[in-house]
């Protein structure tokens, strides 16, 4: 006898589901397909081709009238199921009750919708149906549209690129740190952001939205949480999406995140099945149809009373945005007992990544070149021991045997017109033709074209550009690579840093072929203040690639407490400002208090969780911190000068502080120290200080370099200034040089034994102009970073962060 | 296993830690850049540096004081150091970090 069964939802999965069982057993069944679209079912994966112009919608329909009829399907398209009523086994909707003996639940899911203020405004749209696609096309007719994508997962980048296509002017506004975080590691997310702000589509990652702003009920603008306004005529909200679980709910099945169903796809109530998006199994969900079509197999062979059980697969992803190239399946977190395998060429924008265990692959990322993707996920899926391939495994399965990765990459990579060597303004296709022209060694080249004849920093550079053009005619030396993470050197770095105009880490990462997913504790923090130095307003500083002392803002001790150091300016200090010190010593039990040799008092042996609440005490009574802990300026000591001195010259402890006053906050390679003395017997000890001043009658003799640490070493002079202005000048001139080109964790004495003195003055002395950009480009820097950092932290949430996450002090005593 | 809720994935930074005191002495929870989560003893076997302080790079932690290298998976030592920290259960569900106070409370009984 023919049964009566019910479909709710026409979609992907319940079309799949009724085309197994009207192909195995035709007259099993009276099928009733309800649909809330007043359509068949078409394939919902390529509306995104629809929406950029490449499909049209009667190329997507996979089920049309004919077929429906020549099946025997009655169609209720256009009418949404309201009720289930288990007891007397009907479904209601608007055309009345409608009987069943199966009832078959695919339902779907429902876009997620931020509840944020004007999330209901007129314009905000989803990204689910055809509908929707129609009316961000419509609205992509009106020249000069704007949109706004919330999301920068699959949909929304879809819904951005399509967008861009149909000639919108699109920003996608994602929460993460890195596009589509669910499917691709930083590397490979920060190639797509490159390939998509290629193509125009304005990208903002880490950026929270707030509001949506709208003008007579339709939306106007989307307003960020740091107060910028996108200005739209329509916002795509494609934040995810949620199963359409309602009716499920209501009739009391049993319902989690999704519709609870058994391996059989049968519900709580034996007569109602589910399948699809809307359906949770062994705990899991589901967002991709391959899955969805295994479920639709085994729910058609349940319905036949054939055995049959569901296993999920692992899945794949690929973005179908064209021209991206992109792929990613599997786990790829990092683990111990996990090994990557990782593959950049930076000259074609390629990288990928395998992510081995146990010999097996378990998980895959590329970009760039994804041809390889579907042989990788079969290995993946087959569990296939890939001992034996190893070697060559990531060149796939074309290149048993292939080329390692060349470790001249970034350089080959270069355009012609990057600079190599920034003191004398040479690019790489000036040393390519010199190359060319017969120059064979570094002498040659830099005969030729001046190319690293200046500070030196560029040699490396010079050196790779000769290897890469010349290729097995050059023997390039080997310099010491920052780390083993690469085979570049801190010169060669910074360089490309500039030349390529690297700004975050995942961009050196690829860019200079790292051999890790994230660098390690000696390159990050490296790679932090260069990135920070050379783009101060573009990249912002990650607590994370920093030591401890930097990070907690205090000096870590071998006990695990830390020092405070106010700042004293100039070495002054006053009544009050000892009363406040001496208050908080005693309300925070500090257990030491000295005198430095940096002029000012440290207090050590506070705790951790102590340290905000002592900071905003301080602040309060006007200090600010001391930057005892940074690689940056920590003190500029002064002697008492003409104010009480009866040799001073001139006012050095006013200059001190104007000079403590102008450069606190800024970062350096390694730490920073000043003196000034108010005449030649030098009481400030000027004469070993990284820069160090020493007043005469006619002026400020200005010397740099010093040192009086593990080195000692009296400074050289870099030049007599008339003017405290002029001192001043050259000061900040000098630091903002030492910023720019030295390498992480050299002090000046270094640098400049490597740069040469005559090549500083000629950039701080001898050229004023170039005197005044210097210092314009540190005053630049300081407009971002010259910020108390204990006012910064003086709130609750530094308190929480400085605090213990829990404490368990009682439960685990139990 | 007891698994307690010791906090939310969104108050340990990325690439980072945090503590959780306990009366046998702190344990470092740490976050990774892809998100997971590893519970270890916050005393370094050295010279008792406290590990949450260190760099977080891939499934490794760097000891503030003197660089020795830990994983954060098993506790050894990496490279040429010699030492092991011990570890904990601890895993995320819904967002919050649970740690499993039975391994805990074994840790004095041990
Ligand atoms: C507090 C102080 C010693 C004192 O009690 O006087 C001090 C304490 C430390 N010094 Fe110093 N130095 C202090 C003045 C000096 C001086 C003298 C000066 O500044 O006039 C020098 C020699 C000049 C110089 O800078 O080279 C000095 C040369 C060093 C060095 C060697 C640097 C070098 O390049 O050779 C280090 C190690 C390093 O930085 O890598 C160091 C490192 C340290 C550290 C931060 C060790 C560390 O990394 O943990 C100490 C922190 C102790 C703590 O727990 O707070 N300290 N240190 C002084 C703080 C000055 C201030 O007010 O900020
Ligand atoms: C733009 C876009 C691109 C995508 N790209 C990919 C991709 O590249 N790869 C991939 O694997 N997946 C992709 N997906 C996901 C894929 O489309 C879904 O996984 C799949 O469509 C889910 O099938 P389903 O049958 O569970 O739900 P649906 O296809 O959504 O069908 C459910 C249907 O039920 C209807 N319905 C709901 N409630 C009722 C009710 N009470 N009464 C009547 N009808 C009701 C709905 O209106 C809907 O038509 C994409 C999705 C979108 C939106
Ligand atoms: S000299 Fe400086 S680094 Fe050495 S022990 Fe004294 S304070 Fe510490
Ligand atoms: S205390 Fe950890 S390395 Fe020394």
Known sequence: MTQKLVVIGAGMASGRAIEHLVETAPDAYEITLFGTEPRGNYNRIMLSPVLSGEKTYEEIVTHDADWYATHGVTCRFGETVTGIDRARKVVLSAGGETPYDKLLIASGSNPFIIPMPGHDLDGVLAYRDLDDTYAMMKAAEKPGAKAVVIGGGLLGLEAAAGLKMRGMDVTVVHLMGHLMERQLDEAAGYLLRKELVGRGINVLCSSNSKEILGEDGKVRALLLDNGTELPCDILVMAVGIRPNTALAKEAELAVGRGIHVDDQMVTSDPDILSVGECVEHDGAIFGLVAPLYDQAKIVAKTLLGEAAAFAPKQTSTKLKVTGVDLFSAGDFAEGDDREDIVFRDPARGVYKRLVLQDNRIIGAVMYGDTADGNWFFGLMKDGTDVSDMRETLIFGPAYQGGAAADPMAAVAALPADAEICGCNGVCKGQIVEAIQGGATTLEDVRAQTKASGSCGTCTGLVEQVLAVTLGDDFVLPTAKPVCTCTDLTHEDVRRLIKSQELKSQPAVWQELGWTTPNGCHVCRPAINFYLLADWPLEYQDDPQSRFVNERNHANIQKDGTYSVVPRMWGGITTAAELRAIADAADKYNVPTVKVTGGQRIDLLGVKKEDLPRMWADLNAAGMVSGHAYTKGLRTVKTCVGTDHCRFGTQDSTGLGIKLEKRLWGSWTPHKVKMAVSGCPRNCAESTCKDVGIICVDSGYEVGVAGAAGMDLKETEALAKATTEQEAIDMTVAFVQLYRENARYLDRPYKWVDKVGLDWVKARVVDDVENRMALVARFDLSQTVYQKDPWAERADAKTQRAWSALADLTLEAAE | ?110
């Open chain 2, 1 to 110: 296993m007891s698994w307690i809720d010791i906090g939310s994935i969104d108050d340990v930074p990325v690439r980072g830690a945090r503590v959780v005191k306990t009366a046998q002495g702190c344990v470092a929870v740490f976050r990774t850049a892809a998100d997971e989560v590893f519970a270890m003893s916050d005393t370094c076997p050295h010279k008792a540096g406290p590990l949450s302080e260190g760099i977080v790079h891939g499934h490794k932690v760097t000891c503030p004081l003197h660089n020795w290298v830990f994983s954060l998976e098993t506790g050894e030592a990496q490279g040429a150091d010699d030492g092991r920290v011990p570890t904990y259960p601890v895993r995320i569900d819904a967002g919050r970090i649970l740690l499993d106070g039975a391994e805990l409370a074994k840790r004095t009984a041990a």
